[in-house]
């Protein structure tokens, strides 16, 4: 297997142990429990759940969607959210697979995948997912540039981040039911790692989070899902920002900026 693969694949199987772990994340956060005890349980009958019935994916196909206990339902949510965190650390261990950065930006997208669960839920970007993603990346970029020898990204990852919070703070001033607290956090947290690529992977990531929220906005509007009142939550088109600047930004700047 070469490096490149390794990476990958470590990053896949990696991402399917987080994904589970996001799960626990998603449901418990938003209800202020802890997310280390008790340990994993059916939220319908409290039985424990045996680590051969924690298999990310795997034990809820063979499970058929049901506790072994009591036979209630388990939400599709679960293998959904690990299969998926599985192929997003896939697809960033592919796209930063020579970086030392790698590490932060796998924090970034377990955070983000969280944050994206919970926000279209609840309309709330918990701080307990947002300071733990900052305080796990931050001191993973400052040792990226230390052992890389790159502090020219280092500085432009920290300006960055005060970039996208100081203009998603002005937005929350301006119109403070429309841009939540949250939501200026999150964007500092997204800009620190986007401009960790260069200061222009923030503009390509804010501007495509805006473009995407205002094309989904007029369209739920339109088709007389959600009317001007409605909130929207912004947090999962920030993630989604950070995905375009992350996978296509090099390429949308080269063709912006020939």
């Known amino acids: 297997m070469t490096p490149f693969a390794f990476v990958v694949v470590s990053c896949a199987l990696f991402g399917l142990a987080v994904g589970s ?7 418990r956060v938003p209800r202020k429990e802890s997310v280390v005890r008790p340990p994993s349980h059916c939220p319908s009958c409290d039985t424990p759940i045996r ?14 969607g049901r506790c072994r206990q009591c036979q209630a339902p388990i939400a599709g949510r679960y293998p959904a959210v690990e299969a998926l965190t599985a192929a997003l650390f896939a697809a960033v261990g592919a796209r930063l697979a020579d970086s030392w950065a790698l590490p932060a930006f796998l924090v970034l997208t377990a955070a983000l995948v969280a944050i994206t ?3 279209l839920e609840l309309f709330v970007i918990p701080n307990r997912i947002l300071y733990p993603a900052l305080f796990l990346s931050a001191p993973l970029l400052v040792m990226a540039a230390v052992v890389g020898d790159d502090m020219g990204s280092l500085r432009d990852a920290a300006l960055g981040g005060v970039l996208a919070w100081v203009l998603f703070f002005v937005i929350h001033l ?3 039911r ?8 999150l964007a500092g947290l997204v800009g620190l790692h986007l ?8 503009a390509v990531g804010l501007f495509a989070a805006f473009c995407l929220a205002a094309v989904l906005g007029v369209g739920l509007i339109a088709t007389g899902v959600r009317s001007r009142k409605d909130k929207i939550p912004f947090g999962p ?10 996978f296509l930004g090099q390429a949308i700047l080269d063709w912006y900026l020939p």
């Open 178 to 185: 429309g841009m939540g607290f949250g939501d200026v956090r």
């Open 21 to 27: 772990f996001l799960n626990v994340v998603i449901h």
């Open 117 to 119: 669960a919970v926000d």
């Open 195 to 202: 401009g960790w690529l260069s200061l222009g992977h923030v």
């Open 237 to 246: 088109f920030l993630a989604l920002g950070a995905g375009v600047a992350l």
């Open 174 to 176: 301006v119109s403070p």
């Open 51 to 64: 680590p051969r019935d924690n298999i990310p994916v795997l034990s809820w196909l063979l499970l058929k």
